[in-house]
């Protein structure tokens, strides 16, 4: 069975940090583009940051520009997402995603999600 399984999300203050990982089971996702989505409570679920194979190309949405980073080990097949600087609107559940996130945005996996609770 293919899975995409999050974790690290969790509650913190405005301005701190936290790293969600997500791991990868059942195929290999090495070959494949990956990245993050978010969904708000009464929200549509949007993009959030993906990266390439190879980890040379990223894409940010803009609200998380200079504040994310997202990056990828293709050995432990997982991807990460350090979220910095965190802010209130930032509260969301966070999904891992594979497909074509640089292009169509088509996705092919998404993983359960993690909660991230961001308090002012």
């Known amino acids: 069975q293919v899975k995409l399984v999050e974790s690290g999300g969790g509650l913190v203050q405005a301005g701190g940090s936290l790293r969600l990982s997500c791991a990868g089971s059942?195929?290999?996702?090495?070959?494949?583009?990956m990245g993050w989505f978010r969904q708000a409570p009464g929200k549509e679920r949007e993009f959030v940051a993906a990266i390439s194979w190879s980890g040379i190309r990223t894409r940010y949405t803009d609200s998380v520009k200079g504040r994310f980073t997202v990056s990828r080990d293709n050995a432990k097949n997982t991807v990460y997402l350090l979220m910095n600087s965190l802010k209130p609107e930032d509260t969301a559940v966070y999904y891992c995603?594979?497909?074509?996130?640089?292009?169509?945005?088509?996705?092919?996996?998404w993983g359960q999600g993690t909660q991230v609770t961001v308090s002012s």
């Open positions: 995603a594979a497909g074509n996130l640089l292009a169509t945005m088509d996705v092919d996996y």
């Open positions: 059942g195929r290999t996702f090495s070959r494949d583009t």
